[in-house]
């Protein structure tokens, strides 16, 4: 879990938790704790984190649910492309736009670039007179 957590972009720990948490959150992995220390034993290593909240969020969304919505999507079938995953939701012409190439895999995307994707797609349903996100 803290692995995921902590995870960076473009590796397979990488995922919804990671970008929400991190959007949130500065993630620490501060140390392992082994089985020994524990009653009963587990058969796995634990790890301790420190989630420290942003005082000020580095990449900030205009709409946050928007933001999560599109992470989702996202992620919701990891082994396939950007395009596909956001068929419907977000034109390859506008992460084109946004210098994101829309054959990437969502485990390659920055908190950055997601939070850029929401704001885009809130800009352009805010110009086309939409209301907030579609769920």
């Not at 079938?77 to 012409?93: E, I, M, P, W, Y």
Request: proline fraction near 7%; charged fraction near 25%.
């Amino acid at each position: 879990m803290v692995e995921r957590l902590a995870a960076e972009p473009g590796g397979t720990d990488w995922g919804r938790l990671s970008v929400m948490a991190q959007y949130y959150c500065q993630v620490e992995q501060l140390f392992i704790v082994p089985p020994e220390a524990f009653v009963p034993r587990p058969k796995v290593d634990s790890a301790i984190v420190r989630l420290t909240p942003h005082e000020t969020l580095p990449h900030t969304a205009e709409d946050p649910a928007l933001l999560f919505e599109l992470v989702k999507l996202a992620f919701g079938q990891r082994r396939k492309t950007l395009r596909n995953n956001f068929k419907g939701r977000v034109t390859a012409d506008t992460l084109e736009d946004l210098g994101i190439d829309p054959i990437r895999r969502p485990q390659t995307l920055t908190v950055a670039e997601y939070v850029a994707i929401a704001n885009r797609v809130t800009a352009d349903e805010q110009a086309n007179g939409e209301r907030g996100s579609q769920t």
